[in-house]
Every structure is written in structure tokens, then in C-alpha cells.
């Protein structure tokens, strides 16, 4: 809402805008938790958006300090085909799928593909279209969990380490 508050001679107008808290929708991402031995799976067809997670992901993980060997690893498909192939061992390996809704070259949906391949737990859809309430009902039908693409960069990340790698027991 907007309220005119006072005019002011030489001093000009002040508004008052209220903004009402809404609750963000049950399938929005807004903390990625990693693991050091976490393999992510990037599946889009557009070669930037895997070089702009490489860049988040290593900026927000670059003051952590890790044995040799002991970094979540990142894999890029470019698309369902390549990660229904396994390409790169991804499929077999991934721990956390970041999958694209839509393809230019492919029919299947990226909530159809994580439903195909069973791997509903450990994806996340990645989208320009998540304010479409067809992929929306899609998403939450499926039970997964989305992240709009412009929400990329302000994503945080958080490394759960475990007592093996801080020297505990």
C-alpha cells in the first residue's frame, strides 16, 4: 500500500509504502547445503548458466578450507539425453541434480525427466518460468523444489563438513 503522508513547504512530500511479509511458496530454494564429497549435476542446454554456477559455487566456497580432494565436484550435461546416457558418469554420481525446466531440442520437461530417473530428492528445477502456474503445479505435484534462474546469484550455499574432515572422530 502506499499512503501520502505530509507536504512539507521547502521540505517536499514523504510517503509511507508498506509492504505485507508473504511466505515464500514451499518449493522455493533459496539455501543449497553441500557436501564436500557432493557431486552437482548441472543439466541445461545453455553452456553459461553451467559457468555461472562453477563461479557461484566456487566464490562462496573459496574461504573454506578443505583437505586435498575434499570439494563438492560439478558436473554439466548438456541436456536429457546426455544425463539419461550417463555422460561423465553423471547420473550414477550426482548427489544434487540442478535441472533446467525446458530444452530447446527436447520434448521432455525437466520435472519429467527428474521423474523419470527417479531422482525427485536430489533435484532442484532451475527456471525462467517459475511464476508460469503450469510449471508451478508441475513442480509442486511432483514434490520437488525450484529455484528461479534470475535467483541464481543470490542463492547461498552451505557446506555441511563432517567430523571425518575437521579431525574429530
Given at each position: ?120 530428492s536430489r533435484s532442484i528445477i532451475v527456471t525462467n ?41
Amino acid at each position: 500500500s502506499l499512503l501520502l503522508d505530509w507536504t512539507e513547504p521547502r521540505r517536499g512530500t514523504s510517503f509511507v509504502v508498506t509492504l505485507n511479509v508473504v511466505p515464500a511458496p514451499s518449493w522455493f530454494v533459496d539455501t543449497i547445503v553441500l557436501e564436500s564429497t557432493s557431486v552437482i549435476v548441472i543439466v541445461d542446454d545453455e553452456g553459461d548458466v553451467a559457468d555461472l554456477w562453477q563461479k557461484q559455487i566456487a566464490a562462496r566456497l573459496k574461504n573454506i578450507r578443505l583437505p586435498e580432494g575434499h570439494r563438492p565436484d560439478i558436473v554439466s550435461v548438456s541436456g536429457p539425453a546426455a544425463l539419461r546416457t550417463d555422460r561423465q558418469g553423471a547420473l550414477a554420481r550426482g548427489t544434487l541434480f540442478l535441472v533446467d525446466f525446458q530444452y530447446r531440442d527436447e520434448a521432455t520437461s525437466g520435472v519429467e525427466l527428474v521423474k523419470e530417473l527417479g531422482i525427485e530428492s536430489r533435484s532442484i528445477i532451475v527456471t525462467n518460468f517459475f511464476d508460469n502456474p503450469d510449471v508451478e503445479a508441475a513442480v509442486t505435484n511432483a514434490g520437488l523444489r525450484m529455484l528461479p534462474k534470475a535467483d541464481m546469484a543470490s542463492t547461498k550455499f552451505r557446506l555441511a563438513i563432517s567430523s571425518r574432515e575437521t579431525g574429530g572422530a
